[in-house]
């Protein structure tokens, strides 16, 4: 499986962009890179995901490096509630059934 | 409204009962998958089920049991032989089958926080 590696927290301030980078060096051809966040004692929310080419949706960026080895998600203008843990993962191929495979996750706080 | 429910948020057993946890989804996703959380941990995958009547053994099966009679409905058993059962548990659907390319995007439910005494 290929991991991921990010840090362990990270401080923003309110209004600011966040960008959290996510190393994923031994990453396959096929494999996606996903983003989710936890809001604390609550279920994972899906942010976005890509497998090549930079994404952008109403939540946040995904810029994914030429090589894929690593990427970031920025969130363009943070606030108090995107206080939260992050998870970059990269989805399994097709044929191990494209489980997502959480790692430890990057921890944001957002500070007034 | 269209969604993910668990139930119960909290739920209280006693060392050696086994338990079972709900999940019902109503947004028609093939896929159902089971996941446990320990405090300042990731999540583990524990089973899935890409279709009707089929599941299969995640990273973390022992001690845990599932069924899937009905495409809205994904129980899990945490049974007695699971030494360490205290956990918050997360279920979670998805719109395609685990294998196929494409968005995965799962959607999770609440979460059932267990507390075995």
């Known amino acids: 499986d290929a991991k991921t590696t990010q840090p362990t927290s990270m401080d923003c301030a309110e209004g600011r962009a966040a960008n959290l980078p996510c190393n994923h060096s031994?990453?396959?051809?096929?494999?996606?890179v996903y983003w989710y966040r936890q809001i604390h004692s609550q279920g994972p929310q899906y942010i976005i995901h890509g497998l090549k080419n930079n994404e952008t949706n109403e939540m946040a960026s995904l810029i994914i490096t030429e090589d894929r080895k690593s990427s970031t998600l920025i969130l363009p203008h943070a606030t108090l509630r995107d206080t939260a843990v992050y998870y970059c993962?990269?989805?399994?191929?097709?044929?191990?059934?494209?489980?997502?495979?959480f790692g430890q996750g990057t921890e944001l706080s957002v500070k007034p | 409204d269209g969604g993910i429910t668990q139930s119960p948020k909290y739920l209280f057993r006693k060392e050696g009962q086994n338990v079972t946890l709900s999940c019902e989804q109503n947004l028609n996703h093939d896929a159902m998958y089971w996941y446990r959380q320990d405090p300042g941990q990731g999540l583990r995958l524990i089973y899935y089920s890409q279709i009707v009547n089929d599941f299969q053994k995640g990273d973390i099966a022992e001690g845990y049991s599932v069924s899937r009679e009905k495409k809205e409905s994904f129980p899990l058993t945490v049974t007695s032989a699971q030494k360490n059962p205290t956990a918050f548990y997360l279920c979670a659907s998805s719109a395609r089958r685990a294998g196929e390319g494409g968005n995965n995007e799962q959607f999770f439910g609440p979460g059932t926080r267990l507390t075995v005494l």
């Open positions: 993962i990269v989805r399994r191929p097709y044929n191990q059934g494209g489980k997502l495979i």
């Open positions: 031994t990453i396959s051809g096929n494999e996606y």
